[in-house]
């Protein structure tokens, strides 16, 4: 019984993948963008191995965590999985970022100069630099993480001139409670900072990534130029209430 159970839900995710992919897809085409221009991160916090193996059987390799020392052991338990990408989203303490440099290969979550700092620093040689989105608080909500918008140009051009760091662009996660007209303003004025940051800053990185859209929002996401939507409860299903998680 137990092996049944197991077989179902392993399968679903895989099915989960598929459908989410192809939601992406009809996305993509229906904004008239390139096929292939918008990669799926699978949102991973508070699912066990098994939930990412059975998606890796599914083809998916790009994984998103949020909480470091969960990360961690997820990052040691699939260890014998070549070629996964991990990439760290979660909100960032300055006490954390050693490890964060040295396990991850995208970090959405920047949000000031002093975690960026810390992070070039402490990537480890040999490793490539560290892919970087700045968080912006699109909405200027109160409890979310993210630096404003007229912080970016000051932020984008110090960062520019870290070694091990490649900036990629920006990241946000507008207020999902908004009406879809609303939302939809708040992709694209994330979406206009970074043209405007590509025109003022051509050297400080290839400023090509878009991280937005979620479960509920991709499409509009990708209607307005995502580049990676962070999806995790259309792969993986509804997660346990939020509570005090390191
Ligand atoms: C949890 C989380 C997601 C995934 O949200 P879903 O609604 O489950 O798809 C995406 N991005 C960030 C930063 C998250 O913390």
Redesign the pocket.
Known sequence: MVQKRQTHSMSSIADNIGSVTRRIQKATLAAGREPGSVSLLA?S?TRPPEDLRAAVTAGQTAF?E?YLQEALDKIEALRDLPDLEWHF??PIQSNKTRQIAESFAWV??VDRLKIARRLSEQRPEGLPPLNICLQVNINDEASKSGCTLDQLPDLVAAIGELPNLRLRGL?A?PDPDQPEGELRLSFRRLANALNALKQQHPDAGPLDTLSMG???DMDLAIAEGATWV?????LFGA?PPKQAQG
């Open positions: 949102v916090k998103g949020n989203i979660g959405h979550s990241m996660i979620m479960s509920g962070r999806v995790g409860t259309a997660r």
